[in-house]
């Protein structure tokens, strides 16, 4: 049995760069969307924390999109 070691070494870091990419998406995808969830504005505070969570929503929709097709497009490999 013989085994291309640099087309296997390849396909191991292709794989290996996927995951890293997917699991960070959905990290920003978290970060995103925890812009929303902040406390309470109380009597003391002006109101102005920085914060834009309809900004942190649209970033976390374009990470999980580019996450949900480089699964797919994964998918697509596998079954195609």
């Known amino acids: 049995m013989h085994i291309d070691w640099p087309t296997f070494a390849?396909?191991?870091v292709v794989a290996a760069a996927a995951t890293v990419i997917?699991?960070?998406l959905v990290?920003?995808?978290l970060v995103g969307l925890s812009g929303r969830s902040g406390g309470?504005?109380?009597p003391g505070d002006s109101g102005t924390s920085?914060?834009?969570?309809a900004a942190g929503t649209?970033?976390?929709a374009l990470c999980?999109?580019?996450a949900g097709f480089i699964v797919c497009y994964?998918?697509?490999l596998i079954i195609g």
């Open 22 to 24: 997917v699991v960070l």
């Open 74 to 76: 994964g998918l697509y």
């Open 58 to 60: 649209g970033v976390a």
């Open 10 to 12: 390849a396909i191991a």
């Open 40 to 42: 309470r504005v109380g």
């Open 64 to 66: 999980l999109l580019a």
């Open 27 to 29: 990290a920003f995808a």
């Open 50 to 53: 920085g914060r834009r969570p």
